[in-house]
């Protein structure tokens, strides 16, 4: 494997999440020094604008986060308490990552009695790989902008990033090739993502809208839908533990996948080749595909 030039820190970036901080860590390196609003195991819809991330948002040099309304809750007020103007909307320290790629599930019109809806489209799209590939090349175009005198560095470490990459998701694909087509139920409808990459097939939400907890009524439609597949799975996320899932297992008897939705989500998902190697693993075990 290609390994990327590296030098000595320079700029401070503010990462939403901890797949943006592991993907910048890729691009620049000891360039940077990263600070991150949420922990692995931390829904991040839910974050309390705390004094110490104030502190640290005060101080960026880029802003990189999701967007797509995912941190619409706790986002805005940190910007505004911190007060700095490098990194707000319209600044080349403001970076919205979803930008990049084509937003999946774009709601037709608003209405909050749906649930909770994000109206630019589905935000969890950092569980297909294949959307690092433009981020990462936007992640790379604020850098240099922002870090004129490193872009030859920048530059060769996106190289090696792509060419790495690419390898990597062919790898991915191949070995999870024993998991395409098979039904999937989700708690939170945050993996289409991954489904489209993998050709996952969900089959029903525990959920029945966005953010809205199952009663034991929709719980039992759920249970009737879903008799027809005999090698179904369960999957929610870490910050995604629930009743309704231990209920909907020991009712249908459907084995339940805990996947890691970023970057140390698990104890084998310490970095973003782990975390996605981390994903298929527990897939092919879900099915009893791991030894195939």
């Known amino acids: 494997m290609l390994l990327p ?13 901890p797949e943006w901080a592991a993907l910048v860590s890729e691009l620049a390196g000891n360039l940077v020094k ?18 110490s991330l104030i502190a640290k948002i005060r101080r960026a040099d880029l802003l ?45 019109k608003l209405d909050r009695s749906e649930g909770d809806v994000h109206n630019a489209g589905n935000p969890h799209i950092q569980t297909d790989p294949r959307n690092m590939l433009p981020i990462a090349e936007s992640i790379t175009a604020r850098l240099t902008k922002l870090d004129p005198d490193n872009a030859y560095t920048y530059k060769v470490n996106l190289a090696v990033f792509r060419d790495n990459w690419q390898i990597a998701i062919q790898q991915w694909e191949q070995k999870a090739l024993p998991v395409e087509g098979k039904p999937l139920v989700v708690y939170h409808r945050s993996w289409i993502y991954l489904q489209d990459w993998l050709g996952l097939k969900e089959v029903a939400a525990l959920e029945p809208k966005p953010g809205i907890p199952p009663g034991s009524r929709y719980l039992a439609e ?19 533990e629930s009743k309704a899932i231990k209920w909907f297992a020991e009712k249908s008897g459907a084995p339940v996948v805990l996947l890691p939705s970023t970057v140390g989500g698990s104890p084998a998902a310490g970095n973003l080749y782990g975390w996605y190697e981390d ?14």
Not at 5 to 17: D, K
Not at 34 to 50: G, K, S
Not at 78 to 93: D, E, M, T
Not at 281 to 290: E, I, K, N, P, V
């Open 279 to 292: 994903i298929i693993a527990r897939l092919l075990t879900a099915y009893g595909a791991d030894d195939e």
């Open 64 to 108: 990189v986060c999701t967007g797509a309304g995912i941190e619409e809750g706790w986002l805005p007020v940190l910007l505004r308490k911190g007060n700095n103007r490098r990194i707000l909307a319209g600044q080349p320290g403001h970076l919205m990552v979803s930008d990049s790629v084509q937003l999946k599930e774009k709601p037709l």
């Open 222 to 240: 759920v249970i009737d839908q879903t008799r027809a597949y005999p090698e179904l799975a369960i999957v929610h996320s870490q910050y995604q």
């Open 34 to 51: 990263i600070d991150t609003a949420t922990q692995p195991q931390q829904d991040p819809h839910y974050v309390q604008a705390r004094p």
């Open 5 to 17: 030039v590296s030098a000595s820190a320079a700029l401070r970036v503010f990462a939403c999440e």
